[in-house]
């Protein structure tokens, strides 16, 4: 089992960046998959961005990409989301979750197969 806390949330102007970071405790940081999750109100959760325990690959969702970086530093057990040029459906909760297996796209987009996740933090983009 791994500990996961978010920070960096907050509430930002459209076009405006955050940087949300996850600290892990645990277990072995970098033999994790890891990826980035949000949800909006009335919305369901829905995927981000995902990364290798290496760093090595990444995968995004196609609303997020080329706006969106993912990486993680496996000395200080952190996973990290840059997020630039945010829009106002951007707002949500966004979450970290731990994954023990690297898998395709597809898969590495559903929640199933991340057994652990933090609490969130909220990202509030004004237009």
């Known amino acids: 089992q791994v500990q996961l806390v978010e920070s960096g949330g907050g509430l930002v102007q459209a076009g405006g960046s955050l940087r949300l970071s996850c600290a892990a405790s645990?277990?072995?940081?970098?033999?994790?998959?890891m990826g980035w999750f949000r949800q909006a109100p009335g919305k369901e959760r829905e995927f981000v961005a995902a990364?290798?325990?290496?760093?090595?690959?990444?995968y995004y969702a196609d609303s997020v990409k080329g706006r969106f970086t993912i990486s993680r530093d496996n000395a200080k057990s952190s996973l990290y989301l840059q997020m630039n040029s945010l829009k106002p459906e951007d707002t949500a909760v966004y979450y970290c979750?731990?994954?023990?297996?690297?898998?395709?796209?597809?898969?590495?987009?559903?929640?199933?197969?991340?057994?652990?996740w933090g609490q969130g933090t909220q990202v509030t983009v004004s237009s």
């Open positions: 979750a731990a994954r023990p297996v690297w898998s395709t796209a597809q898969v590495m987009a559903g929640t199933t197969g991340y057994g652990d």
């Open positions: 645990g277990r072995t940081f970098s033999r994790l998959a």
């Open positions: 990364i290798t325990g290496t760093g090595g690959s990444t």
